[in-house]
């Protein structure tokens, strides 16, 4: 049984579809990421699954049941809205306890629940504090306080962390992974954020133009990314893709003398003579010397910036242009000829026209 | 080095140029205290030394009564009648523009087609002059070819036609009516640029948390009115309670006196009977109330500011 099923779902805005049929189905304690950039339709479905909007087609389920058309209350359902959305005039007690007060749970059972949460959160000390004299991690804290208070079958949290500062977000993103391991509740999380997503998801959707363009876990959408757009997405700094044709059991970069071997995975859908688009991380990279085996390229390095971590290095490819991450302590300048190492298997190779990944299923 | 710390730095106060400082913003401010005391201070300190004579507006100086004119006027059956007719208008009149200012504001938040059209029209009664609109319900309320009587006859409600601002029973109500008609407007808008500023988030998760309309409106987005609204009550308390030119061209203070305000009152003992003391004294107890009215209600926003 779903914990939420999402059936061909379609959002229209007048001339405008923001959603083209999106089919979801997750199991209880599932995460759920919905990452995609502005303008994909995320938020949009969150809203949907809230009943903060109405679709123009499809279903959804909360354990085999239609929510469709009932008010947000009875959804059994709590979000965390980016902007915190804390009534301003409320203390934080009050804040958490609201939807309780408004479902007319007693007063002591309420300010139990309401205690516990707080606790859950290490927030008991800002109880009655106003969320104007909250920090922003706090406020946040509270937001979260107040969908887990009520004890709901789903979670939706719309970008919860984009309005803290970087030091903070990573704090919060820890502390979402473990109040979920914690608690094991179905949760919908939507984010621009490909970090917060390859970490906190137990399965992410990339979603584009109001489609779903992956469905997967986190491994699964790094590995073996299904489209060209997904591999540009997740990974930082992104995937190089690269133009090549296939040359016998060789692609031959374009614009330039090198070759890379082809995968054996791929021999049965890259025919010779093809175009295709080759994809490599930068982080599959290592800087090689003559001797070493396995398969490499020579290129010409443009920019070497260190980043404290990792070296990020920019080199030329004949006209193309790769991205390499190395190891910090790795010294050489800018104009010189590199020799850079990888394993054959960590190519990905993609339809130029299509942009979907030519990995056999 | 003392130079390079900046303003922190600095220690004790800087020795010269405060006095030069305070001169030549006396200096500047010097032209409009000019004007202001030729218009604003000398009327009212002539008003207060009036107010302790029995001069009349032409002819005799008067002689001084020390405090003759107050003590008649605060015990006579007039200014006592005046004070409560301007309560009740204030009152009832400011009670019935907030809460039909409110109804208004949030209807047109709502999404509909005409919102826009419907949200220009709406600022036309109080766009109007007051001359124009007491003109205007004088002729609705006409007693024979009124329109009010008409829509009241056909709709069967009452039999025959009656005089609404001739009879002391309902001048005044008929009074609040076109007031409120032509200042409900301004509240609105204040209240609709007040709902505009509340979060889309805030409502939504109100929403979430199951807030049925009425909880909303009053745990949720009153908070955000409550600012803009005092404001407005502020306004419109003190503006009813000076009211003079709508009741003058509606009714002249009367039938019987009904409608006669305190602001009528004064214009009626200072200028028709040409009693400019007593006048006096009678206005500056309308300045004194009014003036009393905006301090409770300057408390009151500092209050509600340090609440929030």
Known sequence: ?361 | MNRMNGPDGRKGPHPMPGTWITTRAWLLMLPLLVVMIAVIGWPLVDTVRLSFTDAKLVGTAGGFVALDNYAKLLGGASFQRALITTTWFAVVSVAAEMVLGVLAALLLNQQFRGRTALRALMILPWALPTVVNATLWRLIYNPEYGALNAALTQLGLIDSYRSWLGEPGSALTALIVADCWKNFPLVALIALAALQAVPRDITAAALVDGAGPFNRFRYVIMPYLAGPLLVALVLRTIEAFKVFDIIWVMTRGGPANSTRTLSILVYQEAFSFQRAGSGASLALIVTLLVTLLAVAYAALLRKAAGAS
């Open chain 1, 1 to 361: 049984m779903s914990a939420l099923e999402i059936r061909d779902i379609h959002k229209r805005y007048g001339e405008v579809e923001t959603l083209r049929g999106i089919d979801i189905a997750l199991e209880g304690g599932e995460f759920l990421v919905l990452l995609g950039s502005s303008g994909c339709g995320k938020s949009t479905l969150l809203n949907i699954i809230a009943g903060l909007a109405e679709p123009s087609g499809g279903d959804v389920l909360i354990g085999e049941r239609s929510i469709l058309g009932l008010h947000p209350k009875d959804r059994d359902i709590a979000m965390v809205f980016q902007s915190y959305a804390l009534y301003p005039n409320m203390s934080v007690a009050r804040n958490i306890g609201f939807g309780l007060e408004m479902r007319k749970v007693p007063a002591a059972e309420r300010e139990r629940a309401v205690r516990d949460t707080a606790r859950l959160l290490q927030i008991e000390n800002l109880l009655d504090r106003k969320p104007s004299q909250l920090s922003g991690g706090q406020r946040q804290r509270v937001a979260i306080g107040r969908a887990l208070v009520r004890d709901p079958q789903v979670f939706l949290f719309d970008e919860p962390l984009s309005n803290l500062d970087a030091k903070l977000r990573m704090e919060m993103r820890t502390e979402l992974k473990r109040l979920h391991q914690m608690l094991k509740t179905t949760v919908v999380y939507v984010t621009h954020d490909q970090i917060e997503a390859m970490t906190l998801a137990t399965r992410i959707a990339v979603m584009r133009d109001g489609r779903i363009e992956q469905l997967g876990t986190p491994e699964e959408i790094y590995d073996r990314p299904a489209t060209l757009y997904v591999a540009g997405f997740v990974g930082s700094p992104p995937m190089n893709i690269l133009d090549a044709e296939v040359v016998g059991n060789a692609l031959r970069l374009v614009g330039s003398e090198e070759t890379l071997p082809l995968p054996a995975d791929f021999t049965s859908t890259a025919a010779a003579g093809r175009r295709v688009k080759v994809g490599i991380r930068p982080e599959a990279l290592r800087l090689a010397n003559t001797d070493t085996p396995g398969a490499s390229v020579r290129a010409q390095v443009e920019v070497v910036e260190l980043t404290g971590p990792e070296l990020v290095t920019t080199a030329k490819l004949g006209e193309q242009t790769i991205t390499a991450c190395l190891p910090p302590r790795t010294r050489f300048g800018a104009g010189s000829q590199q020799l850079f190492s990888f394993d054959e298997a960590v190519l990905h190779l993609f339809d130029p026209e299509s942009g979907r990944s030519l990995r056999p299923v």
